[in-house]
C-alpha cells in the first residue's frame, strides 16, 4: 500500500463531498478525515477546519488543482 500524506484542509462537507466526487471519477486515491468527535460535539472542526484529504505524493499536484477549480468555480 502505497504511504498517504496530508494534502490539505477541506472548510466544509460540502466542499468535501464536491471533491472525493471528483476525485473518484479521475480515479485518484484518497482518504477523507472528518475532524468530528461527536463526543465533543464537532469543536475541534471549529479549530481545525472541517477536516483533511490524504493521498500519495505523486497525486498532491493534480488534487490541488482541482480543489483550486472548486474554490474558483469552475467545475463541471
Do not use: V
Not at 466544509?12 to 463526543?39: F, G, M, R, V
Not at 500519495?56 to 488534487?63: E, L
Request: charged letters at 30%; glycine letters at 6%; hydrophobic letters at 35%.
Amino acid at each position: 500500500m502505497e504511504k498517504y500524506e496530508k494534502i490539505l484542509l477541506i472548510n466544509n462537507e460540502i466542499e468535501a463531498q464536491i471533491l472525493t466526487s471528483i476525485l473518484e471519477e479521475e480515479n485518484i486515491p484518497y482518504l477523507l478525515k472528518s475532524y468530528h468527535d461527536s463526543a465533543y460535539d464537532g469543536i475541534f472542526q471549529i479549530q481545525k477546519g472541517w477536516g483533511c484529504i490524504e493521498a500519495p505524493s505523486d497525486c498532491k499536484n493534480r488534487i490541488l488543482e482541482i480543489y483550486q477549480e472548486i474554490i474558483d468555480g469552475r467545475t463541471k
